[in-house]
């Protein structure tokens, strides 16, 4: 059954906003003038949206310093997160909702009004906030801002996006499943296609051919969904004991947490900040994602033949992996260089690695200057979409392109190619991404240098389950709960 198409809302309003263009539209009240608003959570969240729209920030860095200068803690810190957070990840979804509740064109539309109705069409598609306080609360809002005039037409939106729940909006506006598998599936899932598309393709390339069954393609549809639902849910935050400085066991009682699955130096943290474990105020222990430890540890543990000292990390801001192998190298005799092409990044890296017997870099690592054939292990972090990493910036789904792709690949091999310059004959290089998109991971990989040869990266993360049939291997949130790193083992061999 089909559902009846929506009413369109705000016919005959007085509301008249367009999208701003320079300094032309309609007067703004200063903003001295403006009541004050009792709502602490939504005008947070209501700004980090404006923040994020309107200069590009990223939520994740925005919102914390939103919350601590307006002293916003405990529930209310927790509901702007939720909101501001949550309309981030769905906002592709809910501005198509909102498009087909209203009867101006989206582009038309003002920021602050777009703002507000992406907060209010959260709260009715994706929380338990009763209809009525959600319509009402952010018409409120809008009437105390900048933007008055647009109550009206912001209430009429709303009150027409309540009157269906996610589930039909969705039925409504997406293609049909049985015609369009990765359409629907991106409405579904707040995703833009092409990453849909994306993801299919690395889990299941073969779904794709003529001769799949039904079966394969539901499995995979499945699991596809499964990766997709994992981007919105928030990560718990990871501890690593970097080695030599603490035990594992130690900081597991120092921070309340517990020991992680797979990582041997990796912690789990249930809600406590890690800010307060003293053990990261003083640099025996940092906040990093087990799969960067897995992929990290992989390298400092992988056979090698002959000398051992000599480690290179030629991408390495903020320095997270850069600090674990410094640690290794630290208990080993060897030393790390880390190259970083960003000065203030390359200043992130010193900071994590000071102690450790790390020497970092600015510099471009496709032409660094440092010494040729001569590292025994070399990482390659390289800079790539994140599209593995997407539950931990809740805008970067929409702010990607498929066009980010090309370029990033041609930096992902040029920079290839320089490690394979670095490394001595016999050594060893880390290929790794946060991100399994086909083109930057296999695609890098299958084109590298001819003296670089493929091993099995697969026994150096022992017990992690679900691997596949090697010999790359590809971490993901909804298999491991680690994000979603990419990981070549390559030696060169001549
Ligand atoms: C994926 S991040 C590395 C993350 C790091 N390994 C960690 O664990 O914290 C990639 C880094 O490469 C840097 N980068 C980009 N282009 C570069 C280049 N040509 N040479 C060196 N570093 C580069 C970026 O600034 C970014 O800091």
Redesign the pocket.
Known sequence: MTSPPPRRAGAGRPYRGGARKGPAGPPRRPPTLRPPIDDPARQAALDLLAAVRSRGAYANLALPPILRDRRIGGRDAALATELAYGSCRALGQLDAVITACGDRPFAELDGEVIDALRLGAYQLLHTRIPPHAAVSSTVELVRAGDRAGAAGYVNAVLRRIAEADLDTWVQRLAPPAEQDRLGHLAMATAHPRWIVSALADRLAPDTATPTASNTDTDTATDELEKALRADDVPPTVHLVARPGLIGRDELVTASGGTPAQYSPYGVYLHGTDPGRVSAVADGRAAV?DEG?QLV?TALATATLDGPDERWL???????????LLGAFAAGRGAHLDA????PH?ADL?RRTTAGLPVTVHT????A?GLDEDAYDRV?L????T?LGALRRRPESRWRRTPSDVPELVE?QQ??LAAAARHVRVGGLIAY???SPHLAETLGVVGRRPDQLELCDARPFLPGVPALGDGPTVQLWPHRQGTDGMFLALLRRTG
């Open positions: 990093q960067s990290a990390d030629l991408a390495a801001g903020p320095g997270g992996k850069a600090g190259v970083e092409i960003g990044r890296v510099a471009d690592g496709r660094s990482l972090d390289a800079p790539c994140g930096l040029e920079l790794v991404t946060c």
